[in-house]
Nanobody, 119 residues
């Protein structure tokens, strides 16, 4: 399985970014997907997850109401729409593939894309 994340960049606080993660190598539509992030000097943390069909989603409390995870199984791509960005959202964002049809655990990881939010 290969996961290729893209869409990161530098924005000012209050701005928006949309991350994408393209998958190849296995039946994308059979597995849950997720987004994680890692800030400098901190451990990687869960951001959002989505089930195989997109019917169930889950978010970390810190991003609820601002971020939206979605997927397009025909394109084998998962997205993370990030609005009202804050400086504390800065970090490397990783997409991950689950071992099940739901939202975890995760065993496949992309290379990460950098998101920088300035105040």
């Amino acid at each position: 399985v290969q996961l290729q994340a893209s869409g990161g960049g530098s924005v000012q606080a209050g701005g928006s970014l949309r991350l994408s993660c393209a998958s190849s190598g296995r039946t994308f539509s059979s597995y849950g997907m997720g987004w994680f992030r890692q800030a400098p000097g901190k451990e990687r943390e869960f951001v959002a997850g989505i089930s195989w069909s997109g019917g169930s989603t889950y978010y970390a409390d810190s991003v609820k109401g601002r971020f939206t995870i979605s997927r397009d199984n025909a394109k084998k791509t998962v997205y993370l729409q990030m609005n009202s960005l804050k400086p504390e959202d800065t970090g490397i964002y990783y997409c991950a593939g689950a071992t099940t049809a739901t939202m975890g655990p995760y065993d496949h990881w992309g290379q990460g894309t950098q998101v920088t939010v300035s105040s």
